[in-house]
């Protein structure tokens, strides 16, 4: 198994590098990322993963729960904000057979490509920050497993996506995006009982660059993230599924439904919604304070997310195949 990490800059245009145009005499070829995308498992053609029965119908719960393991990051000075292992191991299994390419546009840590590996999925990440890509190469590097499938993680915005792959080879889009600039000011830690813990006043954002969306407030955001998956749609197979992580947050004492914005973008980009499954972080936070009481009822943020599920809309003769199968 191999995989890699790519700056633009530095192992600039060589393999991994996306769209060179080579020319053979008059023709003119575009040459994308090397990397598997066809599934390598015996599974019967209209399995959409490798699950059993008995996983398939625990899958079907609506609510889901998760534990971290010795691998997680879970400093925030590491990164800010980073989903479980066990997650992304179950988003990819229900959606992907061994074998096939998932992509996360927002790779931060690299949890999805961790997930991948032990899957044996290929899989690409991209992030705009250095640091992270960095990370995510020597998290791969350690959670190595003997697997035919590679994992790249790619410096670069992920408006660039398009140029790395080809059209119809993704299997699975699974990401967890910037929030809007729901971490782009510093902490009050109001929820906490220990509010002075080390991170109160801090601002946990992952960079000023204007390209970052998390430095965007929400139409700007929900615009952004709309162009970004528009130009994403074409890389997937039909019916391909895009699992989309977010929680809602409070501004000024508003709900601001970043799941709205986005289930709303995303349908007028061509997505269609299938499933929205909540993630139940209760087990998971600790030391809740109490705030709002007693004029004031406000659902904690941090107790739940949503995984909003989407596919690309299958063609007429994949209906077709639907009703004949
Ligand atoms: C919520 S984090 C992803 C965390 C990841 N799920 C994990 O487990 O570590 C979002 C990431 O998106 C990256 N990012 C923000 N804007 C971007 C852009 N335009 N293109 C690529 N990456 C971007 C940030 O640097 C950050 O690492």
Redesign the pocket.
């Known amino acids: 198994m191999s995989s890699s990490t790519i700056t633009k800059r530095a192992s600039n245009r060589k393999k991994d590098a996306p769209s060179q145009i080579i020319r053979e005499g008059s023709v003119e070829y575009q040459t994308k990322l090397q990397i598997g995308h066809t599934k390598t498992c015996s599974c019967g053609p209209t399995h959409i993963n490798c699950l059993p029965a008995k996983e398939w119908l625990k899958s079907q719960l609506g609510v889901w729960r998760f534990t971290f393991e010795s691998r997680d990051?879970r400093d925030k000075q590491v990164?800010?904000?980073?989903?479980p292992i066990a997650l992304?191991k179950k988003v990819i299994e229900l959606f992907t057979h061994q074998g096939e390419l998932v992509l996360?546009?927002?790779?931060?840590?690299?949890?999805?490509l961790v997930a991948a590996n032990d899957l044996n999925r290929n899989a690409v990440g991209?992030?705009?920050?250095k640091k992270?890509v960095d990370l995510c190469a020597s998290r791969i590097k350690q959670s190595e497993i003997f697997t035919t499938a590679r994992q790249v993680a790619i410096q670069?915005?992920?408006?660039n996506i398009p140029a790395y792959l080809e059209p119809g080879t993704i299997k699975l889009i699974w990401?967890?995006?910037?929030?809007a600039n729901l971490l782009n000011r510093p902490r009050k830690n109001k929820s906490r009982r220990d509010r002075d813990n080390g991170q109160l006043g801090k601002v946990e954002q992952?960079?000023q660059?204007p390209?970052?969306?998390?430095t965007m407030a929400l139409d700007e955001y929900s615009q952004?993230m709309g162009d970004?998956f528009e130009s994403l749609l074409p890389l997937l197979h039909p019916k391909a599924h895009c699992v989309i992580?977010v929680p809602d947050m409070w501004w000024e004492n508003q709900r601001i439904t970043i799941h709205v914005s986005l289930i709303q973008e995303l349908r007028k980009r061509g997505f269609e919604l299938r499933n929205i499954i909540i993630w139940d972080r209760t087990n998971i936070v600790n030391q809740i304070g109490i705030f709002g009481w007693p004029s004031n009822y406000i659902t904690m943020g941090v107790t739940f997310e949503y995984l909003l599920d989407f596919w690309r809309p299958p063609r007429d003769q994949d209906n077709h195949q639907r009703t004949t199968d």
Do not use: C, E, K, M
Not at 156 to 159: E, G, I, Q
């Open positions: 990051i990164h800010p904000a980073t989903f992304s996360d546009p927002f790779v931060g840590s690299g949890t999805t991209f992030d705009l920050q992270y670069d915005d992920a408006r990401t967890s995006p910037p929030y992952y960079s660059d390209r970052d969306l998390g952004s970004i992580n």
